[in-house]
């Protein structure tokens, strides 16, 4: 079975500096993806960073980078010069079987504080 | 280019109902997923749609069902409603094949 895991239900950041949000995941596939979503209030789920788990280097997306350690089953994001936008639910998500389907860990709620 | 439309936003029914949710898909895109989402059990998958067929399907009971027409367009259906079934409803679309699942605003249904 796959399974995600995102261990902080809560963050919270001061506006401007460096957040990172936890993920474990588990699978025993060898072609998949991962993936965080950020939710904010208004709802909508936005793609936030994709990795892909052939690839080493480590995906970057302006401000936002993972850090993907593949033995570890680890895939934590950091966020740098935290704004005030990015307080949000981010899910951690689980690609696989030609990727129509994602499991999504718990979500880990982030404040960012003026 | 627009994206995931899902219709209606909000919906309220009473137990034993049925209900039918829809999802307009992002041009071009061929991969139609739903998602069932609420605060105790958090995201789950329910089933994907390419090309009409059903590619992927969740751990959900057969009172959930969908269906993907021609124009990529995907319906989801609930039969005999229960109070559990009371939930945020999102769908998403993609190129298929691990490329970004896009979501639309979601549709929250309420059970009475």
């Known amino acids: 079975a796959q399974t995600v895991t995102q261990s902080q239900p809560e963050m919270s950041v001061q506006e401007a500096e460096t957040v990172t949000l936890s993920c474990t995941y588990d699978t025993s596939e060898n072609n998949y993806y991962l993936f965080w979503y950020k939710q904010p209030p208004s709802r909508q789920m936005i793609l936030v960073i994709r990795?892909?788990?052939?690839?080493?280097q480590n995906a970057t997306e302006n401000r936002f980078s993972v850090n993907f350690q593949k033995a570890a089953k680890s895939f934590s994001l950091k966020i740098s010069d935290s704004q005030l936008g990015d307080t949000a639910m981010y899910f951690c998500a689980l690609a696989y079987n030609q990727g129509g389907k994602l499991i999504f860990g718990q979500g880990t709620e982030l404040s960012v504080k003026p | 280019k627009a994206g995931v439309t899902q219709t209606p936003r909000y919906l309220i029914k009473t137990r034993g109902q049925q209900v039918t949710l829809s999802c307009s898909p992002i041009?071009?895109?061929?991969?139609v997923s739903w998602y069932q989402q609420t605060p105790g059990q958090g995201l789950q998958f329910l089933f994907e749609y390419f090309s009409e067929t059903q590619r992927n399907k969740g751990n959900f009971p057969g009172r959930f069902s969908g269906r993907q027409f021609s124009n990529s367009r995907s319906e989801m259906n609930v039969s005999t409603l229960e109070l559990g079934d009371s939930a945020l409803y999102l769908c998403?679309?993609?190129?298929?094949?691990?490329?970004?699942?896009?979501f639309g605003d979601g549709t929250r249904l309420s059970i009475l």
């Open positions: 998403a679309s993609s190129l298929g094949e691990f490329s970004p699942q896009h």
């Open positions: 990795q892909e788990a052939y690839k080493q």
């Open positions: 041009s071009g895109h061929r991969s």
